[in-house]
C-alpha cells in the first residue's frame, strides 16, 4: 500500500471519528503530495522520497512547536504536538540512542573516520542508511560526541 492510498483510507478513518488533529496531519501530507504529483516533473514518488516528505513535515512542525513553547503559547504548541505524533505514525519505526550509536561506531570504524575532518564523510553515509530510522540532528549530535 502506497503512503497515498494510506493517506486517502486514514482521512476516511479519521474523519468518520471526528479527529481533528488526525484530519489536520493527513491533509498536510495529501495536500504536499498533491503539489509534488501535479509540479510538472514528472517524478513518481518512491518510498524514501515519501519517507522525506513525512520527515520534513515532522520537522517544521518541531520547530513550530519550539518556537511556541518559547513565546508561551500552550494553545498553539498543542496542535503542534498533536500533529507531530499522527505526523511520526507515517514514520518507520525510529532506532533507539544505544542502538544509533552502536551502528555509528561500526560506520565510523568502516569508513576510518578518527576526527571532526572525518564528520561530513560519516554523516553523509549515516544519513543514506538510515534515512527514516533516526533524525539527522540526532545522528549528528552521536557523531560529534564518539569524534570529539
Known amino acids: 500500500m502506497t503512503l497515498e492510498e494510506r493517506i486517502n483510507a486514514d482521512l476516511k478513518t479519521a474523519m468518520k471519528a471526528k479527529d481533528d488533529a488526525a484530519k489536520?496531519?493527513?491533509?498536510?501530507?495529501?495536500?504536499q503530495l498533491l503539489l509534488i504529483k501535479t509540479s510538472g516533473t514528472g517524478?513518481?514518488?518512491?518510498e524514501a522520497g515519501e519517507i522525506k516528505l513525512v520527515q520534513k513535515l515532522v520537522k517544521q512542525r518541531k520547530d513550530s512547536l519550539a518556537i511556541f513553547e518559547e513565546q508561551g503559547r500552550a494553545d498553539l504548541?498543542?496542535?503542534?504536538?498533536?500533529?507531530?505524533?499522527?505526523?511520526?505514525?507515517?514514520?518507520?519505526?525510529?532506532?533507539g540512542e544505544a542502538e544509533l550509536t552502536t551502528f555509528l561506531k561500526g560506520l565510523m570504524e568502516q569508513v576510518g573516520a578518527t576526527s571532526m575532518k572525518d564528520m561530513g564523510k560519516v554523516m553523509g553515509?549515516?544519513?543514506?542508511?538510515?534515512?527514516?530510522?533516526?533524525?539527522?540532528?540526532?545522528?549528528?549530535?552521536?557523531?560529534?560526541?564518539?569524534?570529539?
Open 77 to 95: 504548541a498543542k496542535i503542534e504536538a498533536e500533529e507531530i505524533t499522527v505526523l511520526e505514525k507515517y514514520l518507520p519505526q525510529q532506532m
Open 24 to 31: 489536520r496531519s493527513i491533509r498536510a501530507i495529501k495536500s
Open 43 to 46: 517524478v513518481e514518488m518512491d
Open 125 to 148: 553515509m549515516a544519513s543514506k542508511q538510515l534515512a527514516g530510522k533516526a533524525d539527522g540532528k540526532t545522528i549528528s549530535t552521536i557523531i560529534k560526541k564518539l569524534l570529539g
